[in-house]
């Protein structure tokens, strides 16, 4: 990816959740090769500090959190902002597959907590700083899953969600005070990370890479583009689940879930 998209001799500093691995670990590797200070974070010390030393120790920081305590989001927002960010890439979120009879209160209320209050509380945070400065760029990573209900990922649909929603509300808001700091929100289909391996299951369809999902997504978001969905089929699936009567847009993404394999 070039660098082109910044103004010359602005330093920029990216604050990314969810770094240790996939999506988030691609996005501190594209940005720090286009000379951007990134701010790690994740709980997986190990993995962090391994990335860290790949990327160079002066060029980034590891600030380890566990997000769905609320402290924890408020004290890794006072440890990052010192670095004086002006990207944020809410990344860190999980699934959890099953029936929702079946599947654990207790890992849902984690996922909600995660996936939506964690996000919830950086993108506050943080806009507010970068409205002040009138500068940065904030994407909230949510799913193709935000767009249509979920049976059998019924929680993780629904949080993805939210942050679509959240995340265009804000958007106008930001529009209609003619501020110059942007909001987008990533909105991928399947890509091939450890996903689905910490949502106990197989996936379906082969995933773009977490690379080819990363580099298209910031080209995207510094052409300020608000909804970035990464392929041509999600675009197409999107659309056809818009136009699609509710019940079966539905029941299509069910047919879609039951044939995903659970990991024994
Ligand atoms: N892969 C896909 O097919 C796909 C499709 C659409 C959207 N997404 C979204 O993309 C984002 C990144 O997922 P991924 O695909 O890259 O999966 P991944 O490889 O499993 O990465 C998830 C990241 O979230 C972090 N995370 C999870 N729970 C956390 C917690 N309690 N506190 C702090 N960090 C936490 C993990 O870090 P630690 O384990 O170190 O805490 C990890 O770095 C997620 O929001 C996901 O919903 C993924």
Not at 67 to 84: G, H, M, R, S, T
Not at 220 to 241: C, H, N, S
Request: with cysteine; hydrophobic share 40%; aromatic share 10%.
């Amino acid at each position: 990816m070039k660098n082109n998209f910044w103004e010359k001799g602005q330093k920029h500093c990216a604050v990314i959740t969810g770094a240790s691995s996939g999506i988030g670990m691609e996005m501190a590797r594209a940005l720090n090769k286009i000379g951007c200070f990134v701010v790690l974070s994740g709980r997986n010390i190990k993995a962090l500090e391994k990335l860290r030393e790949e990327l160079g120790a002066e060029s980034c920081a590891v600030i380890p959190a566990d997000l769905p305590v609320v402290k924890n989001c408020i004290d890794f927002y006072a440890a990052a902002k010192k670095y004086e960010p002006d990207i944020l890439i809410n990344n860190a979120g999980f699934g959890i597959y099953g029936e929702f009879t079946e599947t654990s209160l207790t890992n849902e209320l984690e996922l909600i907590d995660v996936n939506i209050k964690a996000m919830h509380i950086l993108f506050k945070l943080f806009l507010k700083d970068f409205v002040k400065k009138d500068r940065g760029y904030i994407l909230n990573v949510s799913s193709s899953a935000g767009f249509m209900p979920g049976p059998l990922m019924t929680t993780y649909y629904s949080s993805k969600s939210y942050v679509i929603r959240q995340t265009v509300g804000v958007f106008t808001e930001l529009k209609a005070k003619r501020s110059n700091v942007n909001v987008s929100v990533l909105c991928p289909g399947p890509v091939s990370t450890e996903f689905n391996r910490r949502a106990g299951i197989t996936g379906f369809f082969k995933g773009i890479t977490a690379k080819q999902c990363a580099v298209y997504t910031l080209s995207r978001m510094y052409r300020k583009e608000l909804i970035i969905v990464p392929t041509i089929k999600m675009k197409a699936l999107i659309t056809a689940g818009k136009l699609a009567p509710e019940r079966l847009a539905s029941f299509g993404a069910y047919v879609l879930q039951k044939g995903k394999k659970r990991i024994e």
